[in-house]
């Protein structure tokens, strides 16, 4: 539970996928890929998923741990999913 609710929060799952190439963008660059997210959420944000032991700051940038990568793999398997997911219609 305690991981859905990180990933529930605002900017964490595009902060995630904007570490998925391994390129390690600093803060700033990080800000610009994420639509301009404001400093402090974005801040809190790197905090929260560095003591999941998710993202780690590399020295020159930000990058995925190898609980990160191996997390983003499992997403890719649900993004899988989710193409294929077929909803019912809700009617009103």
Same mark, same amino acid.
């Given at each position: 539970? /305690?991981? *859905?609710?990180? *990933?529930?929060?605002? +900017?964490? *799952?595009?902060?995630? +996928?904007?570490?998925?190439?391994? !390129?390690?963008?600093?803060?700033?660059?990080?800000?610009?890929?994420?639509?301009? $997210? @404001? !400093? @402090?959420?974005? /801040?809190?944000? *790197?905090?929260?998923? =560095?003591? $999941?032991?998710?993202?780690?700051? $590399? =020295?020159?940038?930000?990058?995925?741990? %190898?609980? =990160?990568? /191996?997390?983003? %793999?499992?997403?890719?398997?649900?993004?899988?999913? /989710? @193409?294929? +997911?077929?909803?019912? !219609?809700?009617? @009103?």
């Amino acid at each position: 539970m /305690a991981l *859905l609710d990180l *990933l529930g929060r605002r +900017w964490t *799952l595009r902060v995630l +996928w904007e570490l998925r190439d391994d !390129s390690r963008p600093t803060f700033r660059e990080l800000q610009q890929r994420c639509d301009r $997210a @404001s !400093s @402090s959420i974005l /801040a809190t944000r *790197l905090r929260e998923l =560095g003591e $999941a032991d998710l993202v780690e700051h $590399a =020295g020159d940038g930000y990058r995925l741990t %190898e609980q =990160g990568v /191996a997390l983003i %793999e499992h997403l890719g398997r649900l993004d899988g999913w /989710a @193409s294929t +997911w077929q909803p019912k !219609s809700v009617t @009103s």
